[in-house]
């Protein structure tokens, strides 16, 4: 089957696939005005698909006003420097992870109280293009976006990991708190992909605290029948 260009979530709200049918996505927010916000960007090859997603909905890079990072490792930031161009538009970050985004590497390495975090660690940095933060994003900021985005400091996976809840329609964005891969279910983020997996592990309890209908993940596909209460019971298995 052929990867769609984008995913209807929830009205003003699409998923935008950028890797395989949800390997990796962004996400495209739309406001009354027209205007998009967009929450990550991908790998560096990811522009071109997250420009044929707006295409799918009627947008085009000049309608993006802000560019919003759920974290900034390669599979997010990659293609952040692009689409600002593209777009014009700032790319907002957390503080915690500002330093990665300045220097396009991965400022703070795998959890080293684990093998494979240390082994990771010394694994070829792949590198993004750098760029230069925009607004910083702060936990609880409730973001002018299509009636209003809320923000969620979720660290652990990086410093500034941060989720993002879109009130309006009850859908949250997870970002690499959880994944949701077909193959496996949903999970944490693996050990070795987080800075300190005790604390990744703390903070999506946050998660289960919301009010959302629909889940949607940086990697893996939405959850649009009983999120919350998946996520929960998910959670409380821990």
Request: hydrophobic content about 40%; overall charge neutral; aromatic content about 8%.
């Amino acid at each position: 089957m052929s990867r769609p260009p984008a995913v209807a979530l929830a009205p003003q709200v699409w998923r935008i696939p950028t890797v395989g049918r949800d390997y990796v996505n962004s996400f495209a927010f739309t406001d009354d005005d027209g205007s998009v916000t967009l929450v990550d960007c991908g790998l560096s090859k990811a522009p071109p698909r997250i420009v044929a997603g707006l295409a799918a909905i009627g947008k085009r890079p000049a309608d993006v006003t802000r560019i919003l990072l759920t974290h900034v490792h390669p599979d997010h930031a990659g293609g952040a420097a692009e689409m600002s161009r593209q777009t014009g538009a700032d790319v907002w970050v957390h503080e915690g992870d500002h330093p990665s985004a300045t220097s396009g590497t991965v400022a703070q390495k795998a959890d080293q109280r684990f093998l494979l975090g240390r082994l990771f660690s010394r694994l070829p940095d792949p590198g993004f293009e750098p760029f230069t933060p925009g607004p910083l994003l702060r936990d609880g900021d409730v973001l002018p976006v299509a009636g209003g985005l809320r923000v969620v400091h979720t660290p652990g996976h990086s410093p500034g990991h941060v989720s993002f809840l879109h009130e309006p329609t009850r859908t949250l964005i997870t970002g690499d708190s959880m994944f949701n891969f077909s193959f496996r279910g949903l999970t944490l983020s693996p050990r070795f992909l987080c800075s300190d997996f005790a604390l990744t592990q703390q903070t999506a309890h946050r998660l289960g605290e919301l009010d959302y209908d629909v889940a949607a993940f940086t990697h893996g596909a939405e959850m649009t029948d009983n999120a919350r209460e998946r996520i929960r019971g998910y959670l409380a298995r821990l």
